[in-house]
């Protein structure tokens, strides 16, 4: 049987959210993850290092006993965000980035940044201490198509903001795009991307196989075949700036299944399983320590961990709802067979 064992990996991007479900999303997560980049779209958002801190006592509380685990904290960039909010969350050493969404992007992104040139003083704090800015690039104009978000913000916002603030290190979050990865890689050492396991398997089709796919509607969505090419090249190319950040973004069944169902996929109840998939179909088990174990790290400036997990190709089918507090949540690959298997390592 095929087995490959990798330092145990990171989950670059993450949504666990808050209250009755945060203990199944934190398990979900820490049985494969040793840490993971928490996002800070709370109701209310987390815009200061004091609810960072009291959000990551939470997460920290609704660990099982017998798993280890250290939530990565982010604050919740607005146009109001004080340069010495930046220093303080610096100082913090919980707080790992800062993420900008536009206002109107996403899911509860509405205390969002309205004009980029009202954070300019904060991300010259950030860019002075270091801070990285993670970042979800998608204009959200409605004359703009949705498939093209993220190529214009990357040419109308992204690339200014890297020639009026050259030191400061960027995360373009859950990259989509042959425009994304061709921008980052053309980019500085200070320019990194992740990359979804969602965007790595699927394209656009999946919405509208056999009617409408709720469960396959997420932000940035998903694209064309030839995009989906340029993300899966990259990734298993082992460029060091492309990195593993599942997005995973559970959502209540009855929420997604609705006449205007919200964007997000719940993709941690198999997030490594589904990207060793994906690299094996790639003919590049042999590049995915790299993209899940040791590229963020060394962006981030954090060590890799020092133990590993082991995974098998042994089929295992998928829940089609997985409970989560008082909601049902629908999985990534709901029903369907997942064809590796966390054997070694597993937390819990
Ligand atoms: C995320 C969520 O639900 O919080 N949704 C998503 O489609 N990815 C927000 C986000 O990262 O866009
Ligand atoms: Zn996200």
């Known amino acids: 049987m095929k087995t490959l064992s990798i330092i145990r990996p990171d989950d670059w991007h993450l949504h666990l959210r808050d209250g009755p479900g945060l203990a199944s999303y934190v398990a979900a997560t820490a049985r494969q993850f040793a840490r993971a980049i928490v996002m800070p779209n709370l109701v209310p958002p987390v815009t200061a290092t004091e609810r960072a801190r009291a959000y990551r006592e939470r997460i920290l509380a609704a660990l099982p006993d017998d798993m280890a685990f250290e939530p990565l904290m982010t604050l919740y960039l607005t146009d109001q965000t004080s340069p010495e909010e930046i220093r303080q969350a610096r100082a913090s050493g919980i707080v790992k980035g800062v993420k900008y969404y536009p206002a109107g992007a996403t899911t509860h992104s509405d ?11 904060a991300l010259a704090a950030m860019e002075e201490s270091g801070l990285p800015l993670l970042v979800h690039g998608e204009v959200v104009n409605d004359e703009v198509d949705i498939f093209d978000r993220e190529r214009i913000f990357i040419d109308q916002i992204l690339e200014p903001l890297t020639v009026r603030f050259p030191a400061l290190k960027v995360v373009l979050e ?3 795009t042959k425009d994304a990865v061709g921008f980052v890689k053309a980019a500085s050492d200070r320019m990194a991307a992740t990359i979804t396991v969602h965007h790595l398997m699927l394209n656009r089709n999946a919405m509208f ?4 796919n709720p469960h396959h509607y997420c932000l940035p969505v998903l694209k064309r075949e030839i995009h989906r090419q340029a993300l899966l090249e990259v990734a298993v190319s082992g460029h060091p700036r492309f990195f593993l950040g599942t997005d995973s973004a559970p959502h209540p069944r009855h929420a997604k299944e609705s006449a205007c169902g919200c964007a997000g996929i719940f993709s941690a109840p198999a997030a490594i399983e589904l990207y060793a998939e994906v690299f094996d179909e790639a003919g590049a088990l042999d590049k995915l320590e790299g993209f899940a174990s040791r590229h963020g790290p060394a962006f981030y400036g954090l060590p890799v961990n020092d133990d590993h997990i082991t995974l098998v190709k042994r089929p295992w089918t998928m829940p089609a709802t997985i409970p989560c507090g008082t909601e049902e949540v629908v999985p990534l690959r709901a029903g369907g067979e997942v064809l590796w298997s966390l054997a070694h390592g597993s937390h819990g």
Request: overall charge positive.
């Open 209 to 212: 196989k056999g009617g409408m």
């Open 174 to 176: 859950h990259v989509t």
């Open 111 to 121: 205390s969002g940044v309205t004009r980029v040139e009202k954070t300019y003083n």
